[in-house]
């Protein structure tokens, strides 16, 4: 079964703080994954994507991709209350099929 | 403006009872799929399309069942051998290379 793990959390930062939400993943095959957000009842909004060991970045936003490690994880800088949310990690597979991780809850503190 | 659209918003099944899930798209996405939510959880494939009139199972398919007559329409029947069926419902779509899916808004399915 190839899975996406992520800490369910809460993981609780004040305003202005770096968030940092991390993933691993089993399958080895991988070549791609996502980070979207979600809001309570509300569906998933993409907000990155990563295919290359390293660092990409896109405003606050920062996805750090380690394929040997297989682990992803995102940085939010200069967080704001709007930013709590779950973000859930994905990765791509066969026939285009996202495997989703369960979501780390974030909550900022104003 | 291109999206797509899921009805209705809310659903509420009796036991035994049939219910289907609307899902249009106009983004002339060739893929569909659908994935069941449950409270805390992540997102769990039940079925996707790659193509009109083909479609494949997921990990959890049982109790379901889709059709793809269309390139635009991907509905999902929740059956009464669906069990547990209360969640929110997620349809999504994508094309050929894009990154990530379009999800849809959702629809959440109580059973009473």
């Known amino acids: 079964q190839k899975e996406v793990e992520q800490n369910s959390g809460p993981l609780s930062v004040p305003e202005g703080a770096i968030a940092s939400l991390n993933c691993t993943y089993s399958d080895r095959g991988s070549q791609s994954f996502f980070w979207y957000r979600q809001y309570s009842g509300k569906s998933p909004e993409l907000i990155m994507f990563?295919?290359?060991?390293g660092d990409k970045e896109d405003g606050r936003f920062t996805a750090q991709l380690n394929k040997a490690s297989q682990y992803v994880s995102l940085l939010i800088r200069d967080s704001q209350p709007s930013d709590s949310a779950t973000y859930l990690c994905?990765?791509?597979?066969?026939?285009?099929?996202?495997?989703f991780g369960t979501g780390t809850r974030l909550l900022v503190s104003p | 403006d291109g999206g797509i659209t899921q009805s209705p918003k809310y659903l509420f099944r009796k036991e035994g009872q049939n219910v289907t899930l609307s899902c249009e798209q106009n983004l002339n996405h060739d893929a569909m799929y659908w994935y069941r939510q449950d409270p805390g959880q992540g997102l769990r494939l039940i079925y996707y399309?790659?193509?009109?009139?083909?479609?494949q199972k997921g990990d959890i398919a049982e109790g379901y069942s889709v059709s793809r007559e269309k390139k635009e329409s991907f509905p999902l029947t929740v059956t009464s051998a669906q069990k547990n069926p209360t969640a929110f419902y997620l349809c999504?779509?994508?094309?050929?290379?894009?990154?990530?899916?379009?999800f849809g808004s959702g629809t959440r399915l109580t059973v009473v």
């Open positions: 990563i295919y290359s060991n």
């Open positions: 399309s790659q193509i009109v009139n083909d479609f």
């Open positions: 994905a990765s791509k597979g066969g026939f285009q099929k996202l495997v």
């Open positions: 999504a779509s994508t094309k050929q290379g894009a990154d990530g899916y379009t």
